[in-house]
């Protein structure tokens, strides 16, 4: 079963806005990733944040995590058309299981 | 560095026939992912190997997949006989461990499999 489920499924957003997506997942985890792809193409890593941290920056990107709550969120700060990609949330589970676990990801639409 | 190289890119076969796809790591990682991703499933883990050994493969769907890492830099993911159902883009990943954990891993750009 998926271990991150991401919401919304689709987000239809106007260029310069901010896009919020959200993740919730089940059992303890060491990390928690972010990922995006773009039509037709592999996934490209964007942020990392672990289980002991409650928020991180990168660039036009924040990630907050609430363990207690199981649910982490990303935030697109003043979106561009190149946002425009499918976002996954990917969970690290906790001990020597390095496997992560992807949700089915938010379809983020952006429109110029 | 190339990144993650996949081939092929695209295959479409028919039922019943041996399907291979080859992966070559980002050189020196240690860890090496094979995933497959449809719509209905959505990206799901088959097998992953550490320093060339297969560490899980509980995803592999059935007997008809298998997949060997015969060295460091390349890995093959089988399907014999395949079937439509094994429709399907197929990613391979890799990733370099580091105190005891695995952080950011690179994927290649896909297999995009038929079965007529």
Redesign the interface.
Known sequence: S?QGEEDPQALSIQEGENATMNCSYKTSI??L?W?RQNSG?????LI?IRSNEREKHSGRLRVTLDTSKKSSSLLITASRAADTASY?CAT?GGG?N????????TLLTVNP | DAGVIQSPRHEVTEMGQEVTLRCKPISGHDYLFWYRQTMMRGLELLIYFNNNVPIDDSGMPEDRFSAKMPNASFSTLKIQPSEPRDSAVYFCASSLSSGGAIDTQYFGPGTRLTVL
């Open positions: 998926q060491n990390n990733q990922y193409r592999g996934l490209v890593h990392l996954f690290e020597s390095y496997k992560l676990t992807f949700g089915k990801g």
